[in-house]
Each structure stands twice: as C-alpha cells, then as structure tokens.
C-alpha cells in the first residue's frame, strides 16, 4: 500500500470524499485513512485525469520492504531487544553537560582502563551487560530540529534540574517538547551535592506538569545525582533500563538497515564523515547506502571509542564514511540493494527537493490545516502561544481552548512569556502547529526558520481577533457541504 485516500485526494487537489464516491461507484467501500496500492491509485487517478507516477511506490519498495528475508518471511522472532536511546534536556546550566560527560567516564573507567573517547555525536554505556546509547547534543532545540525533519530518535528523554535552582523556563520547555513527541520523561535532580539542594522544591515544581514522583503517589521516575562527584549515576542507568523494559523496544537486526543521521561534516581528508544511529538492521562495511540526497558505500567505521567496527546493529552509533557528499542531521539513513539503486533513491530525491523547493507551499498554514481536519486527515488543531506577560496567554490560551469540538480538539502545545523563538518554530514545525503571538513578534532567526518551514505564525493584538480567526477558520469548514 503506497497512499492513502486523504493523501491521494490532497496531492490531486480533489475532495476526499469525491474519491471515496468514484471508489464506491467501482464497487469498493473504504475510508479517508484507507491505504491504497499502486494500481487502484492509479485507476482511481485516472478517471480524474491525473496520471500517477509510480515514485512512492519505487522508494517505499527499496527502502523499507527491502528486509533481507524479505517483508513477508519476517517474523516476531526477529524482532530483538535494542537500546534505549536516550536525549538529556533541561535548563542551561542544570548540568546537562556535566550529566552526559560523568555517566561516559565512569563507564569507560570502569569498563576499558585508559579509553580514548571519541565524540561522535552518540556513545553509548553498559550496566550489568546492558546498553544504553546517549544522544550527544544535549537540549531540547537539536531533538526538536530533529523531529521536525521528521526524525523520530528518542525513546526516553532524561530532565535535568538542579535541585538549587528548580524549575526554570527551559525546563518547561523541554517539558513540552518531550511531551509533544510523546516521549517518556525521567526526572534527574542534579547537583545534590550543594549545601542548599532542595530536591522536593524540585518535585513540587514538577508536579505542575504532571511530574509526579513515584514517592509522592505519582508515576515519574525521580534520580537525585550529583554530576560532579558521580553520585547515583548507576541508579539513574538502572531506572533507565527500567523504563526501556517498559517500554520493550524492539528492532530487526536482520533487516536491511533503516537509520538516521545524527551528526554530519566534510573531513579534509576523508571526506563526509556521518554518524548513524541504526534503527533496524544491522550495517556493514561495504553497504550500498543512500542518506538524503547523497549516496554511496560504507567504506570504514568507528563506533564512540575510535575503534573500528564491521557491523553495526540496532541503537548502535557509528561513525560512517563513504558517502558522496554532506547530510543533514536528522535525515534518513538506508542501505540498500545495490549502489545503483542507491543512486537512484538519492537522485530523485534531489530532484523532488527542487520541485518542492520551487513550490514553496506552506506547510502548516492555518487553511491548510483546517483542510486536512476536514478530510479526516487529523482531528487536532495544535496551538504554540506566545505572549508579552503571563495574564494575556493565559488569557488567549482559555478562549482558544474553549473552541474545542467534538470534529476538532484545540491542544495547546506550548506556552510562554516572550518573543517567538525558533525553537517554537521548530516545535511548530514538527507537530503540525501554528504558533500564535500575542502582543510579541518573532525573532529574526525564528521568521527566517518560519519562512523555510513553512511555519504559520499568526500576530495578534486584540485577543477577540484572535479567537474570531480560529474559530472562522473552525466554522467555516467544518461545516457540512455535502
Ligand atoms: P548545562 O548548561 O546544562 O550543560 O550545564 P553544565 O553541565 O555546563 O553545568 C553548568 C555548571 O554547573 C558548571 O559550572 C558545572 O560545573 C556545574 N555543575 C554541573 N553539575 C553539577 C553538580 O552535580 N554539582 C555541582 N556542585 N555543580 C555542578
């Protein structure tokens, strides 16, 4: 199955429900979200005079059904456990960096006497035989950018907070941002070593958000550590591995691998040099490979300690070279059946990126949105407010909220106090939203991201405009026009 009938319908320009009527007249009774294959699309597009040309098709083929056994032979028993990967967010200056660095050299001490670490962009620790990768960009802006590249790399994000200084407003939205992804949270108190630690400040603050400690009858994993001297960092591992078993991540390690870039730069002398986070399958030397536009072999590499390595499995960074040029973090990472294929993959996807590029459609205008509402395509409306004091996005938050209906949810994904950042953008940007600003503008960078995301940022002085925007938005096309 290559499309769905609300995609069809959107890239032909139609009305689903046109769609639904002709695939109704040929004897055929589907829903808006019903996948169709090649042909029916093609049939389908047919009697609407639009010719379908099999892309979608070529590249789901050779990219995601391309296993080794073959998709179909594929079994649960396939299907491994695989690393947690997890992402440390939290306030500048909570100890993020300290977190990520105390947790790599305890293992490495601990593990192999004088290793020489390597920062790749991810490491990954063992306890009690177990693994676990770290993400290296500690933060909420990188993990967002991510995803909003449509990268899905974090199982767990880890909050820090300094237990002398409490929640602040990058812990909030940090917060929002793992909640928004649907990420699970665990709570690091850090710095307990200093004489004014208020850890249960920390958890009161917390509690606002839903955080709620298992102790204090909630069902948040709460660690109090101290990055400097190294305290509980092999109970906050544990706890980890805890919610990863939880969760029970599994991957395929004999599929065709199926990653993601998390770092990438041109070396002088060996030329791209990427790190992957495998996700499915395992990756090996030689491997026709194809990330974004760009494609190529594996030819050497080298996981977080320098070491050389020839296979690379599930949740496992390394280090790559051998691709023909440089990827965005974020983009998608396969290896495929042969270099030719790999090619093929990377250069229509160029060509599509010009097209695209030439089109410049916004993505997630407030219309466009409210279309896809109406074709059954979501049923959310997703809202980022930002406003001059606490009282006015209060304020615009409850009338938007009270906008709600049955047809379509109003969720508000973020607020706060200030100017619109980029890093609401790419909030924004990831979830579908529109970022509503109240009496604040954007920041240059955050308007630049906007414009190539094709963010909607929509500026209010007058709370009543804006409501009366979103709900004529909200009537007008959800109301029947059968
Ligand atoms: P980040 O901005 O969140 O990455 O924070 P850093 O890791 O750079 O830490 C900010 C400051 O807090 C630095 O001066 C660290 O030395 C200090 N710090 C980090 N963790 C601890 C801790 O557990 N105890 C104490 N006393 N200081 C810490």
Redesign the pocket.
């Known amino acids: 199955d290559v499309i769905t009938v609300a995609e069809l319908a959107k890239r032909m320009g139609v009305k689903g429900k046109d769609l639904i009527k002709e695939l109704m007249r040929q004897g055929t009774m589907v829903t808006i979200n019903h996948p169709l294959d090649f042909e029916t699309a093609a049939i389908l597009a047919s009697e609407f005079n639009y010719e379908v040309e099999n892309v979608a098709f070529d590249e789901e083929t050779l990219l995601e059904h391309s296993s080794v056994k073959g998709a179909e032979e594929a079994s649960a028993d396939d299907l491994k456990t695989r690393p947690p990967v997890v992402t440390i967010m939290?306030?500048?200056?909570?100890?993020?960096?300290?977190?990520l660095?105390a947790i790599r050299t305890a293992n490495v001490t601990a593990g192999e006497a004088g290793g020489i670490t390597q920062h790749i962009g991810a490491y990954d620790v063992e306890l009690d035989g177990k693994k676990i990768t770290f993400l290296d960009t500690?933060g909420h802006e990188a993990f967002t950018a991510m995803r909003a590249r449509g990268a899905k790399v974090t199982d767990i994000v880890i909050l820090?907070v300094?237990a002398d200084d409490g929640v602040m407003p990058q812990t909030r939205e940090a917060i929002n941002h793992a909640k928004a992804a649907g990420v699970p949270i665990i709570v690091a108190i850090?710095?307990?070593?200093?004489p004014n630690a208020t850890p249960d400040k920390v958890r009161q603050g917390l509690t606002e958000f839903g955080l709620v400690s298992e102790d204090w009858g909630g069902d948040t994993i709460f660690v109090e550590?101290?990055?400097?001297?190294h305290t509980n960092l092999d109970r906050l591992l544990e706890m980890i591995l805890l919610q990863a078993e939880v969760m029970d991540l599994k991957a395929n390690p004999t599929k065709r691998v199926r990653g993601i870039i998390v770092e990438a730069r041109l070396d002088k002398g060996r030329g791209p040099v990427v790190t992957v986070l495998v996700q499915e399958g395992t990756l090996k030397i030689g491997d026709p490979i194809v990330a974004g536009t760009h494609y190529g072999r594996v030819r050497s590499m080298i996981n977080d300690r320098g070491e050389r390595v020839d296979a690379a499995g599930p949740s496992f960074p390394v280090e790559v070279t051998g691709l023909s040029g440089v990827p965005d973090a974020g983009d998608m990472f396969h290896a495929v059946e042969d270099e030719k294929t790999a090619k093929d993959v990377a250069q229509h996807r160029a060509q599509k990126l010009r097209e695209t590029e030439l089109a410049r459609t916004s993505k997630v205008s407030l219309e466009q949105l409210f279309a896809r509402i109406q074709e059954g395509d979501i049923k959310e409306l997703k809202v980022i407010i930002k406003g001059d004091v606490q009282g006015s996005v209060e304020a615009v938050r409850d009338s938007l909220t009270k906008l709600s209906t049955d047809a379509c949810r109003l969720v508000v994904l973020h607020t706060g106090v200030g100017g619109i950042i980029e890093s609401d953008v790419s909030l924004a940007s990831a979830s579908d939203a529109i970022v509503i600003g109240f009496n604040v503008r954007p920041e240059p960078k955050a308007a630049t991201l906007a414009e190539s995301e094709g963010v909607d940022i929509r500026l209010y002085n007058i709370i009543y405009d804006a409501v009366a925007d979103v709900r004529n938005a909200m009537e007008g096309l959800l109301a029947p026009t059968l």
């Open positions: 939290g306030h500048v200056d909570h100890g993020k960096t300290s977190l660095d500690p820090v300094a850090n710095k307990m070593d200093k550590v101290s990055a400097k001297l």
